[in-house]
């Protein structure tokens, strides 16, 4: 396609209503990350029964936490590159056959040497899916809609997170067999969104970046867009803005994820063994309130994907980052005042702002940053790495937060992330730019 030509095609993109193959792509790809949130956090639940059948300390148990975090920062690095030069559709099709194998797999292990490397298999398929999903989700949406399409991937990563817990309690009874069936189940849904991605064309932003004209023409069939239509009028249609410096977005997109997720990991993955430790409640009990919590981020992202197209994204970031530093520096002053852990009738309220805070909030304008802040022809690159740099603070998270909580307690660790969320809402504030109701090509001109 010549060059006003492709820009005419993204306009009218851009500029549709919602239609039933954009639901179809949001579906999708949401449901890819809600198996993302599932596996990522059922081995919380699952770690209750795990370590005493497998005779684990904590630092065995942290190793295991991180073991698909690890998987995820080297799946989303390779496949994101790959998905640059190849394109997002083959992939985007596969990816969920390597996670339904070593979803079973997992569920199958003998020891825990076993279950640390299939669950780092695991965590390849889920880098994959997290460096493609927002870039595919992205690159079909209209602009009036995207950040709310974009918004639903992370709702269906808390959902999934939500379900592992919920599950949880439902297979408590099975006793020590009880986290085979957590950690097997994700195979099942994974295996139905494997065979309906088949489904499923290439975007068409990479069908026009690499002249693809057979996906631009069934793009354009999908969509019933004509040729000859007069596009004078739509929205949007100025695609040049000037310079961009990517260094600048690069040191904003990856510096804020990789706090988000420093940040959130070692609480959000370990709500219930801490839940256990500060002695509030009993197995049950702290799957019951780390469900609550895990309900009360659905809520929060359900929040955003309301507001993503009315607010917009920089300043949620900037209040969100603040919110969740400040409540764990409220229960840090508590301990060092009173010199004991903070009540349940305080310990829940603040935990509960982290949780909306984090999941309707930084949890997901990080990653949709990056999927809009850079252009197709690197955008699922940017992805992959702002995914494994975020990785990377997850494990640090992941592998200090117990670690830390069994040698010091909990308030060195609530002091540090304090200095995070406030990290990151500096970051937000001096670097951070606004994307709403901006086409992907003006944010990239």
């Not at 040729?227 to 804020?256: C, M, W």
């Amino acid at each position: 396609m010549q060059k006003d030509e492709s820009l005419n095609f993204l306009r009218e993109l851009d500029n549709l209503k919602a239609g039933r193959y954009h639901y179809f792509i949001d579906i999708l790809s949401d449901m890819g990350y809600f198996l993302d949130g599932y596996d990522l956090l059922v081995i919380g639940p699952a770690l209750i029964f795990i370590a005493p059948l497998f005779h684990i300390g904590a630092v065995i148990s942290s190793i295991i936490g991180v073991a698909t975090i690890v998987g995820q920062l080297i799946g989303g690095a390779v496949f994101g590159f790959i998905a640059d030069m190849k394109g997002r559709k083959v992939i985007y099709q596969w990816d969920m056959l390597i996670f339904a194998v070593f979803a079973i797999l997992s569920a199958v292990s003998q020891n825990y040497i076993e279950l640390i490397a299939f669950r780092s298999l695991l965590g390849l398929a889920i880098g994959a899916d997290y460096a493609l999903t927002l870039s595919i989700i992205g690159e079909f949406s209209p602009v009036k809609h995207r950040g709310k399409y974009l918004g639903t991937g992370l709702m269906s990563w808390w959902i999934g997170g939500s379900v592992a817990v919920a599950l949880g309690l439902l297979f408590l009874p099975l006793g020590s067999i009880a986290w085979r069936w957590l950690l097997g189940a994700g195979a099942v849904p994974a295996i139905i969104v494997l065979i309906l991605r088949r489904r499923v064309d290439e975007t068409p932003r990479y069908a026009v970046e690499k002249n693809e004209k057979n996906e631009i023409k069934d793009i354009k069939e999908k969509f019933k867009i004509k040729d000859e239509k007069d596009l004078n009028n739509l929205k949007n249609a100025s695609y040049a803005t000037g310079n961009v410096n990517y260094t600048r977005r690069g040191i904003f997109t990856f510096t804020s994820w990789f706090l988000n997720d420093l940040i959130f990991y070692g609480i959000g993955i370990y709500t219930v063994t801490l839940l256990l430790e500060l002695g509030y409640s009993t197995h049950a009990g702290s799957l019951a309130l780390t469900l609550i919590l895990y309900v009360i981020g659905v809520i929060g992202t359900l929040v955003f994907v309301f507001i993503a197209d009315i607010i917009g994204r920089k300043k949620w970031q900037e209040y969100t980052f603040l919110a969740q530093g400040v409540s764990l520096f409220i229960l840090a002053l508590y301990f060092l005042a009173v010199r004991s852990a903070p009540p349940i009738l305080l310990l829940f309220p603040m935990f509960a702002i982290f949780y909306f805070a984090n999941a309707g909030g930084t949890g997901e304008t990080t990653g949709i940053f990056v999927s809009e802040l850079f252009p197709t022809r690197m955008r699922t690159t940017a992805m992959g790495a702002g995914t494994a740099i975020s990785r990377v603070g997850a494990i640090i998270s992941a592998v200090v937060f117990p670690i830390t909580l069994k040698l010091y307690g909990i308030v060195p660790m609530e002091l540090l992330l304090f200095i995070v969320g406030l990290a990151g809402f500096l970051i937000t504030l001096f670097l951070g730019e606004e994307t709403k109701d901006k086409s992907l090509e003006q944010i990239a001109a």
